[in-house]
């Protein structure tokens, strides 16, 4: 089936520091979904993208829609402790259902 | 209340015993989703409903596994003779049913199968 690749697997950044994740697939996605997973929670939606090139920002954090359709970028700038979670990206074709990454973790050291 | 919840938080079950979990979805909402989250991965789709339908329930692992939702509203994932492989966070999701990014998750339920 399916099957999306997130990297990096986990990384340690300092506070204040920008992030940088991606997401990528073998398949084509018409909608690329960005969700934070805080421990003992379900996934709450960050940032959902509709068009391939679309750039698209909420606060802090911005993503893009790969031109190939086949990824997906995650930024977060001037990272603070809450940030700290793992981060699921997840790609969606209309009739289908969610294909979720395997996420990347993140720790912000103070 | 204002969010998908879930019962029990964490279950422990001796293999072979059956299990259910509960989901009560966002008051109105019509779809709802049930998903498996395995220790270090993404959650996987398991079954969707719209109202009572189960309309797709491809993602079930086995025939072990039974969901339902026989008034448009509270779910029930089953899981009869649990095995090992089981143990996992069960996530519920619902949503308007305008666009499957609209979905809310719930906490999840803990399954450890001994």
């Known amino acids: 089936g399916q099957q999306l690749n997130q990297s990096p697997q986990s990384m340690f950044i300092q506070e204040g520091e920008d992030v940088s994740m991606n997401c990528t697939s073998s398949?084509?996605?018409?909608?690329w979904l960005w969700y934070k997973q805080d421990p003992g929670e379900g996934p709450v939606l960050l940032i959902a993208?509709?068009?391939?090139?679309e750039l698209t920002s909420n606060g802090r954090l911005t993503a893009q829609f790969g031109i190939t359709r086949k990824d997906s970028f995650l930024n977060i700038s001037a990272s603070i402790p809450s940030d700290v979670g793992i981060y699921f990206c997840a790609g969606y074709n209309y009739g289908q259902n969610f294909v979720f990454g395997p996420g990347t973790r993140l720790s912000v050291l103070p | 209340g204002a969010g998908v919840s879930q019962s029990p938080r964490y279950k422990v079950a001796k293999r072979g015993q059956d299990v259910a979990l509960r989901c009560d979805p966002i008051?109105?909402?019509?779809?709802l989703f049930w998903y498996q989250q395995a220790l270090g991965q993404g959650p996987e789709f398991l079954t969707y409903?719209?109202?009572?339908?189960?309309?797709?329930k491809s993602g079930l692992p086995s025939d072990r596994f039974f969901a339902e939702r026989p008034e448009g509203s509270v779910s029930t994932l089953k899981i009869q003779r649990t095995q090992q492989e089981d143990s996992a966070v069960y996530l519920c999701a619902s949503s308007t049913g305008q666009g499957l990014e609209t979905q809310y998750f719930g906490p999840g339920t803990r399954l450890l199968v001994l």
């Open positions: 008051s109105g909402h019509v779809s």
């Open positions: 993208l509709y068009k391939a090139g």
């Open positions: 409903f719209q109202n009572e339908a189960q309309l797709d």
């Open positions: 398949s084509i996605f018409n909608t």
